[in-house]
């Protein structure tokens, strides 16, 4: 069964450092989504991305971040420079048409 | 605005009862749909139901059903002769039709204890 993949699994980066999350959508997915989970917390709604642009962001997804289509299979997350606070685990989610969005294993970000 | 409610933040359980996590959720639109995924230690988010808003049927899936009520915004999940691999942090999410972001609830850690 076809599934979401990102990579890497753990990353660990100073604050200020530059950090870009890499995902594999399901292959006949249009739409993609990055949502994030603070420890012990709720996953939140950052980002959504279709036909090569954003589509919606919420408040969270500020001048920071970035996200990007590269070629036909990967979508990234990018943050600029990384603060303490952005340390989470941060969530890939794709879907066809369909409302079912199917997350990827997540990345656990820690920013010292 | 929307909101989906999860009021039991842990639950814990003997092996083999039957646990009810509970789910309310708040919208304005007529046309929503509402999710459950279950998140194991490991952390990823495993995708375990849709429901639309005009399908109220109830819905079993094995040891798992799933009881949709409109008219109090609920949508709960009902473990039947729970497992100690059950033992995981359940979410549930609503999205409006046609709407990007899934609005998660606070979620429910279950502990199955053996």
């Known amino acids: 069964e076809p599934e979401v993949t990102q990579t890497p699994s753990h990353q660990v980066t100073q604050m200020g450092q530059e950090v870009i999350l890499r995902c594999v959508p399901i292959?006949?997915?249009?739409?993609f989504y990055w949502y994030r989970q603070i420890l012990g917390q709720k996953v939140e709604f950052l980002v959504s991305?279709?036909?090569?642009?954003?589509?919606?962001k919420s408040e969270i997804f500020d001048d920071q971040f970035s996200v990007e289509r590269p070629d036909g299979s990967n979508f990234t997350l990018k943050i600029r420079s990384t603060k303490l606070e952005d340390s989470a685990m941060y969530f890939c989610?794709?879907?066809?048409?369909?409302?079912?969005?199917?997350f990827g294993p997540g990345t656990r970000l820690l920013v010292l | 605005a929307q909101k989906v409610t999860q009021a039991q933040t842990e639950i814990s359980v003997v092996e083999k009862e039957d646990v009810t996590l509970d789910c309310v959720y708040e919208?304005?639109?007529?046309?929503?749909?509402l999710f459950w995924y279950k998140q194991p230690p490991s952390g990823e988010l495993v995708f375990l139901i849709r429901?639309?808003?005009?399908?109220?049927q109830n819905e079993i899936s094995g040891r798992y059903s799933w009881n949709f009520q409109k008219s109090t915004s609920s949508f709960n999940f009902t473990i039947t002769a729970s497992q100690v691999v059950d033992s995981a942090v359940y979410f549930c999410?609503?999205?409006?039709?046609?709407?990007?972001?899934?609005?998660f609830g606070t979620g429910t850690r279950l502990t199955v204890i053996p």
């Open positions: 989610a794709s879907k066809r048409v369909q409302e079912t969005q199917y």
């Open positions: 292959s006949n997915h249009l739409y």
């Open positions: 991305f279709y036909n090569n642009e954003i589509s919606e």
């Open positions: 919208t304005r639109d007529t046309t929503y749909y």
């Open positions: 429901r639309n808003s005009f399908d109220e």
């Open positions: 999410a609503l999205v409006l039709e046609g709407a990007n972001n899934l609005f």
